[in-house]
């Protein structure tokens, strides 16, 4: 007797995948030996980048250099943002998490080289050439194995969506706005430590007490942003949308009162002017 072709299982199978605030993620257990491996060597040396950091920003000399102490602060920051990263791109085999990352080790990566490159010889001592090399051979290795995995194939749209590729499309789209709040939350965050610790004389108190309470703005949009995407409730998208308006207007603003005269302009300002732009 002729046996029954067996069908593909073409139903969602949320049942294999474990809810989390963030969506669902893969379990522990389906990942490959390989995989887990990449991921404890990449959260541990983003533990150590963290903990190296913060003993930096604590050295009494180094609070001294505005500048340095600015970059510390921003580089934690990021450190903080690509543990995330690797996790959701790992866990929920999201592309674009993995290619922010790739491209904050690829920025730590030319920050160390510049750093290294200005020193002179009496200065790089066998701790700083050590620290330089390690950075480098662990970003190279960090490039190569996340762009491995940005290139496997894909199976969680499938997983969540199901066999319609609207629905496939449609968890695409969701995951693409949900690491848009989460680019713009740390884009802000860096952006206020970078105006609130470098100095700038012609901020005025006014300004940055704004400033500081943009930090807590943007964590209220960026958990309204991501409540109203996980539970598709369209009064909070339109608050999220109406949120934006009072940093639009601040920044006009500034741009009227501040950064108006062009001699007053500083790299600050420019950075801050573009990149507040690209992001609204």
Known sequence: EDEEPVLPN????????????????????????????????AILSLLGV????????????????????????????GVVFCCYYVVRGILQENRQELIVFIISVVLVMIRS?????????????????????CILLIGLFHIVC????????NLMAFRVGGALESFQRQY??????????TFDLQAQLCLCVLMLTSG???????HRIILGIGIGWALLKAIIGSI?????IKALVWIYALQHLPEVAYLIYLLYTCFLPVETLSLYHIIYIYIYIYIY
């Open 172 to 181: 695409f789209w969701l995951n693409l706005c949900f690491s848009m709040v």
């Open 228 to 232: 109203a995407l996980l539970k598709e």
């Open 113 to 133: 080289v510049a750093n290294f490159s200005v020193l002179s010889a009496k200065d790089r001592d066998y701790l700083i050439v050590a620290r330089f090399v």
């Open 146 to 153: 996340a762009s491995i995995l940005i290139r496997s194939k």
């Open 10 to 41: 073409l139903k969602p199978r949320h049942q294999d995948l474990v809810e989390t605030p963030c969506g669902p993620i893969k379990p522990w257990s389906e990942l490959s030996c390989l995989v887990k491996t990449y991921f404890c060597v």
């Open 50 to 77: 963290l903990a190296v950091t913060i003993w930096n920003v604590c050295q009494p000399s180094n609070k001294e250099n505005q500048e340095d102490f600015t970059v510390a602060l921003i580089q934690m920051i």
């Open 200 to 206: 700038i004389q012609t901020v005025s108190l006014p």
